[in-house]
Nanobody, 122 residues
Framework: QVQLVESGGGWVQAGGSLRLSCAASGRTLRDYAMGWFRQAPGKEREFVAWIGRSGVVSNYAGSVKGRFTISRENAKDTVYLQMNSLKPEDTAIYYC???????????????WGQGTQVTVSS
C-alpha cells in the first residue's frame, strides 16, 4: 500500500509560479510511474503530467507543456510539479498519482493522493 500526500498548493496571481510536492510512504516510489491529474470546478478530472520510474521519460498535457515540469527524487520518495506562467484556467485541485505505467485511464491508476487546491487569479 502506498500513501501519497500532496503539498504546495495555494493562491497565486496569473503569471506566477507554484511548486507542488507529493511525498509517498508505505512503499518506495521507484516501483511506479508518478503523475499529476487535476480537476477544475464543474469539469472532469484530467491528466496533467507523468514521469517514468527512472525520471528520464515524461509526458505532458498540451495545455501545460512548456509551462509545467514534473520531476522526482526517488531517494526521497517525492515527486514535484513546477508550475510556471500560471493562468486562471489552471485553477483546480491537483492530485498526485502512482501507476505501473504512464496511463491516461484513471482505471489503471493504483494510488491517488487527497489533492491540493491551486487557485490562480486574473
Amino acid at each position: 500500500q502506498v500513501q501519497l500526500v500532496e503539498s504546495g498548493g495555494g493562491w497565486v496571481q496569473a503569471g506566477g509560479s507554484l511548486r507542488l510536492s507529493c511525498a509517498a510512504s508505505g512503499r518506495t516510489l521507484r516501483d511506479y510511474a508518478m503523475g499529476w491529474f487535476r480537476q477544475a470546478p464543474g469539469k472532469e478530472r484530467e491528466f496533467v503530467a507523468w514521469i517514468g520510474r527512472s525520471g528520464v521519460v515524461s509526458n505532458y498535457a498540451g495545455s501545460v507543456k512548456g509551462r509545467f515540469t514534473i520531476s522526482r527524487e526517488n531517494a526521497k520518495d517525492t515527486v514535484y510539479l513546477q508550475m510556471n506562467s500560471l493562468k486562471p484556467e489552471d485553477t483546480a485541485i491537483y492530485y498526485c498519482t502512482a501507476a505501473q505505467n504512464m496511463v491516461l485511464s484513471e482505471r489503471e491508476i493504483d494510488y491517488w493522493g487527497q489533492g491540493t487546491q491551486v487557485t490562480v487569479s486574473s
